[in-house]
């Protein structure tokens, strides 16, 4: 769902420029569930995900109008953008080996900047009342985003309770059991070992087309 509004300011018929702002939320939520053996011993375990986004996009455009019909405008548009983006991962997870659950939980808040462009349709119904629907391609791109990571749970040997504030969401490459991708927390120094090859910060991209629907006020 994006929402959004802008207050667009006339300069003559065919130029303006506008100042807005929106909302808008991505999450998703999956399960996965293991069996196996760890150093001779059968276990099970099952860990769910839950990683969303909220962002709020602040934006300037210039527009350019133009007439298609009596009723009918085009509109094409671009401008900077600043996004202000609260990003958040759940992982609960549970194993039968030491009879371990826990829940993982990161936060992390951070903004961007960007550009947009797009054009739109406004259909006039009545005086100073028209539908306008858009299309806008948006580029904006997170890095470096550190945030709180914390893990809080319980174990057979006892408690667990660990946290950071200075903890990096890191991109890198499992090579053990013939190796795949993975994302996970840690400080500035990232992943390490001989199973771990091409860490990297990871990167959130933000950059898409989103289609808009609205009624548009002139006075």
Not at 72 to 96: E, K, R
């Amino acid at each position: 769902m994006n929402i959004q509004a802008e207050i667009i300011v006339y300069a003559n018929s065919h130029l303006a420029v506008g100042f807005g702002g929106g909302y808008y939320h991505l999450g998703n939520e999956g399960t996965v569930k293991v069996q196996g053996v760890l150093s001779g011993v059968p276990f099970d375990s099952e860990s769910t995900y839950k990683p969303s986004l909220s962002v709020i996009p602040l934006f300037v455009n210039l527009h350019y109008l133009a007439k298609l019909g009596s009723k009918l405008d085009l509109n094409i548009f671009a401008g900077p953008l600043f996004q202000v983006v609260q990003f958040n991962f759940t992982n609960g997870s549970t194993m039968s080996i030491s009879s371990v659950t826990q829940t993982l939980t990161y936060r992390s808040s951070k903004t961007t900047l960007g550009g947009q462009a797009g054009l739109g349709l406004n259909f006039k119904i009545f005086k100073g009342v028209a539908l306008v629907v858009e299309g806008c391609y948006r580029y904006a791109k997170i890095s470096n985003l550190m945030g709180n990571w914390a893990v809080i749970g319980n174990s057979a040997s006892g408690p667990i309770n660990k946290s950071s504030a200075e903890y990096y969401l890191w991109a890198y490459n499992d090579t053990s059991g013939g190796g795949y991708p993975r994302i996970d927390y840690f400080n500035n120094k990232g992943p390490t070992g001989g199973s771990v090859s091409g860490a990297r910060k990871a990167d959130i991209n933000l950059s898409g087309i989103t289609a808009t629907g609205g009624i548009k006020f002139s006075f």
